[in-house]
């Protein structure tokens, strides 16, 4: 039902059912909100959406408010503006004023509104909150003191990650957000995925630099200095930087590094074809075996993490397969090492990432050898985007570059990765081409690459018939479990925890609009369509790696050392 409402003596339309806030904002009326989420139940908690609805006497939330058809409103009267002016002021009163040095300075909520509310000099004073400051966390640093009480960050991780690993300790003034029993976070049940971090206003909760130690081992001329990037660097680098993306500019990002001062450039797609040539081998080793349960497989460590906390009895089922990004820090720490005649520890390897929970696995204890780690840093896009701003390269003028051997190229499928269910679409499609010889179509993979949280798609290769199901996003993990409690059962099923994959990961732009994640992943499947090299298996790369350098490595010649082992983990919950 449709009626009209009168919206600052101006009449607007609106539909039954939705609020104040959702009719304004579809005719184009902007009212300022701290504590909202879109495509949350609203709760109405910040108060700074509040408008005047005549016939009511107090001010309502017009987040939470359904419209009704007599209703008359102002959005910016004299009492609104003064409601939500003095609203700021007091989040300002006890909030510290170290915006000059702050994580989020000139990006952050609070700061915006006080500059749109006109908020120029301190009327309320409070005493100010006792800094708290959380480094626990190899992945998050969380500071309690700019903390806002908004909630955005409880109720992500409650309902999007569902690992409730954070929320509202003590009462009154005492108030805060913290993990259970208000311990530090790596006594917590987090699993440094980010999405907290992404949805604070203030920068409470914000990821855990590198680049201060990036730094200072540039400037090491006695230590080789090598990176890697993951294929969706180079889109994400362009979004923060403001440019218009195109495919030059993965060959510029390998410049820019190099004038930034690192020795070696390579491609983490390169550890991606990897990890997808021995996923299909290990798919089609149990297929042969008819075995009887699925193989979980994924890149993402947060669902590992996951996984070792509350799903334990998938452990045995997981598969022991490094993500791309450590596969290729060790062929850095043994193969690159051997070419260049330099020692393990005499190399500092960075690994720039769209995702703050690959911080965490580069310091889990099957990730290091002989107390050396495969990745000794990891950035996330945000963080490289500063280095360069930093060493003040201009990449418009930067010029094109290869990557360096033997890690300088890809296959498509390597990048299709980086979106939920694109790893086990990369697996289908390499185990079906070693069974018949041919290419699958792409239309075959339309369910897999659907949006929904879980989905499944069988395929059939001959006489093999292999079913398939995409958890995307950790809330889909009731409908898997729900699905095999009916008895429906699955060969290969891949997890992601940020809906959509990595195209969403938390270490991408924070002002990235629901279109611009969807263009990351258009842009990803159309490179697919237009590649040269489409599976890890015609990569001549990877033939490189396999037939020649690897078998030529007596450390990595067996292929052990691209394995490592998963077990139970026991956390506060």
């Not at 005719?27 to 910040?46: E, H, Q, S, V, W």
């Not at 200095?225 to 390998?254: C, M, T």
């Not at 258009?522 to 697919?528: F, G, N, P, R």
């Amino acid at each position: 039902m449709v009626f009209t409402i009168q919206v600052n003596n101006k009449k607007i339309r609106a539909e039954k059912g939705e609020t104040i806030l959702s009719a304004l904002n579809r005719n184009g009326i902007i009212i300022p909100t701290l504590c909202r989420m879109k495509d949350f139940t609203p709760t109405g908690a910040c108060r700074m959406c509040v408008v005047e609805v005549e016939g009511r006497d107090r001010l309502v939330t017009a987040c939470s408010q359904p419209v009704e058809e007599w209703m008359k409103i102002k959005t910016h009267s004299p009492r609104v503006i003064t409601a939500r002016k003095t609203i700021v002021e007091l989040l300002l009163s006890n909030h510290p004023d170290d915006c000059l040095y702050c994580d989020r300075n000139l990006d952050c909520e609070l700061q915006r509104l006080a500059e749109e509310l006109n908020i120029s000099e301190r009327r309320i004073r409070s005493k100010k909150i006792k800094p708290r400051l959380d480094q626990s966390s190899p992945a998050i640093v969380r500071e309690l003191s700019k903390c806002i009480l908004c909630g955005r960050c409880i109720r992500v991780c409650e309902e999007i990650i569902t690992s409730t690993s954070i929320d509202f300790i003590n009462k009154g003034k005492s108030t805060h957000v913290g993990p259970a029993m208000d311990r530090d976070f790596n006594f917590s049940s987090c699993i440094h995925c980010g999405q907290c971090v992404v949805v604070c206003p203030t920068a409470a909760l914000h990821e855990k630099h590198n680049i201060t130690e990036v730094q200072e081992y540039l400037n090491k001329p006695e230590i080789l200095k090598v990176i890697q990037y993951s294929p969706l660097v180079p889109v994400g680098i362009a979004e923060e930087l403001g440019i218009r993306y195109n495919r030059d500019f993965d060959r510029i990002i390998n410049s820019v590094l190099r004038k930034i001062g690192f020795d070696k450039v390579f491609n983490t797609g390169t550890g991606t074809d990897i990890c997808i040539s021995e996923l299909t081998d290990q798919l089609m080793e149990r297929i042969e075996n008819k075995a009887d349960k699925p193989l979980y497989i994924t890149a993402c460590p947060a669902w590992v993490k996951y996984a070792e906390q509350f799903m334990p009895s998938v452990i045995p089922d997981l598969s022991t397969i490094k993500s791309p990004q450590q596969i290729t820090g060790v062929l850095i720490k043994t193969l690159v090492a051997g070419q260049s005649a330099v020692k393990p520890e005499k190399i500092f390897s960075v690994s720039v990432t769209p995702c703050t929970a690959m911080k965490f696995e580069a310091r889990r204890d099957g990730m290091m050898r002989k107390g050396i780690s495969d990745v000794d840093a990891v950035l996330t896009i945000r963080e490289l985007a500063r280095l360069i701003r930093l060493y003040g390269i201009d990449v418009t003028n930067a010029d094109q570059e290869p990557a360096d051997e033997p890690m300088e190229g890809r296959s498509s499928v390597s990048a299709i990765a980086e979106v939920s269910g694109g790893l086990a679409e990369g697996v289908i499609r390499s185990a079906w081409f070693r069974i018949s010889k041919t290419e699958a179509e792409r239309q075959l993979f339309k369910k897999l690459r659907s949006g929904n949280s879980f989905r499944e798609a069988s395929f059939s290769i001959g006489e093999i018939e292999i079913n398939v199901a995409v958890v995307d996003g950790l809330k889909g993990l009731e409908k898997l479990k729900a699905s095999q409690a009916a008895g429906k059962r699955y060969d290969l099923i891949e997890v992601m925890t940020c809906p959509g994959g990595c195209i969403n990961g938390a270490g991408l732009t924070f002002n990235g609009s629901k279109d611009e994640k969807k263009s990351r992943a258009k842009m990803i499947y159309q490179a697919d369509e237009s590649d040269a090299v489409s599976l890890p298996c015609k990569s001549p790369v990877l033939r490189n790696l396999y037939e020649k350098l690897i078998k030529e490595n007596k450390e990595i010649s067996d292929k052990k050392i691209f394995y490592t082992h998963f077990e139970k983990r026991n956390v506060l919950l």
